[in-house]
């Protein structure tokens, strides 16, 4: 791997991580967490309307938390109809 390679490597894992940082502090800050760790499985729709906040930015986040491993999902294709829970 060249020099240039490396630092952009070590650069993208650097974004990577303030993203994931930026989204924890987010979820703490809307009471995503907290609802998902009291409730067990919600949807987008219902994650939403328990913290008071809009369905769209509840299933972005929600999408994004399950693919940096801090949440899980019943497997369901269907976006609306996904449920979602804290990782253990």
Known sequence: MTADE???DRL???AVSVT???SVA???RLGY???LAQR???TAAELAEATGSDERYAREWL???AATGLAVTDGIADPAGRRF????
């Open 6 to 8: 490396q630092l952009a």
């Open 12 to 14: 993208l894992g650097a």
């Open 20 to 22: 994931d940082m930026l």
């Open 26 to 28: 987010l979820g703490d």
């Open 33 to 35: 967490y907290r609802c």
């Open 40 to 42: 067990g499985d919600l």
């Open 63 to 65: 999408e994004q938390q």
């Open 85 to 88: 829970r804290l990782a253990p």
